[in-house]
């Protein structure tokens, strides 16, 4: 008898720690904010008056440090920007929502649709792509649990034009760079793409190159999602590339690279009955009836979340918006 | 000496269909859970039920031939829930896209478990033949 009550008194005890750690680990991994380090935001400023040339400087060697300081950069124009490059018959054919252009960007959100989804396009033309900038949640990467909504880094950042990105906190691993500063050099299995300092834009697989040799070539930003949909203006997606979520109709993000300086970013709306979302090749026909030459995965689900001038011009699949770590804007 | 009696046969095969329970149940968890993982699967998820049936149920009635003592038994049950909520708690994570060192926990702690379990029987069973 005393023995049973032993024995029950083990596995009781024992259970209880089981649960407690359980928990734990789900409070720790979903909700606890915790981790991290800050990184300051990136001082643009424009004027109308002359014109010179960007100065650069930096803080550190691309190490990481409690605080880090990103690249400060002044860039002055007087010239208005061209739309240079033919404009796609499907945006022909689809409902402008809203237009943006000062001295550094122009900017036309487009709605279309495709694949019984509606998907909102950001045409995108900057004159210099340091004004394609990445915003944080917090101004902190690296931790867990750490996310603010596209909407609330907008504000902050005092953003016209802002998109959910890779979620790159979300990994352990994989390059980053933002702003032109490495946040994370630890390689990955999956491909990246990145924004070069000269308005172009490449993808490779992070296993195949440093990080530091991807900086030195002029990488302003590096984006570690994926996959890779369009390569070299072929469409290289495919449902069959061993991830789920790639095989299923899901609201999506994409970043598309038309030509030096001129970007599409687009969100496709989906799990409801007004539009049902894509697979993976379905966003690469969307990329490429944008002509992109170059087009890239973002974090989607519901991620995915467009914001202009105010307000959220898609239809997040929560419902409302999901927070999220890091974004992509341009400031007003 | 170890006797291995009719009582211990019967209790051995209930904990056999215990675990078989339990086994079903993990099976249409994870066909509930898949409801709402918007096409997204985990093999730590979609196999958590093979934890109970293979070192549970399956490994009770192997264990017809030699028997199993209470305290093995409690051992190879703490051993059984262990792995199956690690397997759980990474099939939830890769689910939602996400990696956790913490998890790594419950396999280590319940791959020792089901050692400690093994080093019990073979003890016994040496005790038992000498």
């Not at chain 1, 960007?105 to 210099?128: E, G």
């Not at chain 1, 239809?315 to 341009?330: A, K, L, M, N, T």
């Not at chain 2, 490994?59 to 017809?64: F, G, V």
Request: proline share 2%.
């Amino acid at each position: 008898m005393l023995k049973a009550k032993k024995m029950f008194l083990v596995m009781f005890v024992f259970y209880m720690i089981l649960f407690s750690f359980s928990s734990f680990t789900m409070l720790y991994e979903f909700v606890i904010p915790h981790g991290g380090f800050y990184v300051e935001d990136p001082t643009t400023t424009s004027t109308t008056t002359t014109t010179t040339p960007i100065s650069q400087t930096t803080s550190g060697s691309g190490t990481l440090t409690d605080t880090i300081t990103t690249i400060t950069s002044t860039t002055t124009t007087t010239s208005t920007i061209v739309y240079p490059d033919q404009l796609p018959t499907v945006l022909s054919n689809g409902t402008i929502l809203g237009t943006y252009e000062n001295d550094e960007a122009l900017i036309t959100i487009y709605q279309i649709r495709a694949s019984n989804s509606d998907v909102f396009v950001a045409d995108v033309v900057v004159k210099d792509a340091h004004t394609i900038l990445s915003g944080l949640a917090y101004n902190t990467f690296g931790g867990t649990n750490i996310v603010q909504t596209v909407s609330t880094m907008a504000t902050e950042h005092d953003a016209i034009f802002a998109v959910n990105a890779d979620y790159a906190s979300h990994y352990d691993s994989g390059y980053v760079i933002r702003n032109g500063m490495i946040l994370r050099n630890s390689t990955s299995y999956r491909n990246a793409i990145a924004l070069y300092e000269n308005g172009t834009v490449s993808s490779f697989a992070e296993s195949s190159v440093s990080i530091n040799d991807v900086l030195n070539d002029g990488a302003w930003q590096l984006w570690s999602f994926g996959p890779v949909i369009i390569k070299d203006g072929v469409s290289v997606a495919s449902v069959n590339d061993g991830l789920d979520r790639d095989a299923v109709n899901n609201p999506r993000t994409a970043f598309g690279y038309v030509s030096a300086n001129h970007f599409m970013f687009v969100c496709v709306d989906g799990r409801t009955t007004q539009s049902h979302g894509v697979d993976i090749e379905e966003l690469s026909g969307i990329m490429m009836s944008l002509n992109c030459v170059q087009a890239y995965n973002f974090d989607g689900g519901g991620s995915s979340t467009m914001y202009f001038n105010g307000e959220i011009i898609n239809h997040p699949s929560e419902g409302s918006e999901r927070s999220v770590s890091d974004c992509v804007y341009i400031r007003r | 000496m170890i006797v291995y009696t009719s009582a211990d046969k019967k209790a051995l095969l209930k904990r056999a269909f215990r675990y078989l329970i339990f086994s079903a149940i993990l099976l249409l968890f994870h066909a509930i859970y898949s409801l709402f993982a918007h096409g997204v699967d985990s093999i730590f998820m979609k196999f958590a039920f093979v934890i109970p049936l293979v070192l549970g149920s399956i490994l009770s009635l192997l264990l017809l031939l030699g028997g199993e003592r209470e305290i093995e038994s409690a051992i190879r049950q703490m051993s059984i829930s262990t792995l199956v909520v690690g397997s759980f708690l990474k099939g939830v994570m890769e689910i939602a896209g996400n990696t956790s060192s913490l998890v790594s926990v419950f396999f280590i702690t319940g791959i020792v478990l089901f050692f400690g379990w093994l080093i019990f029987v073979i003890i016994r069973l040496i005790q038992t033949n000498a």
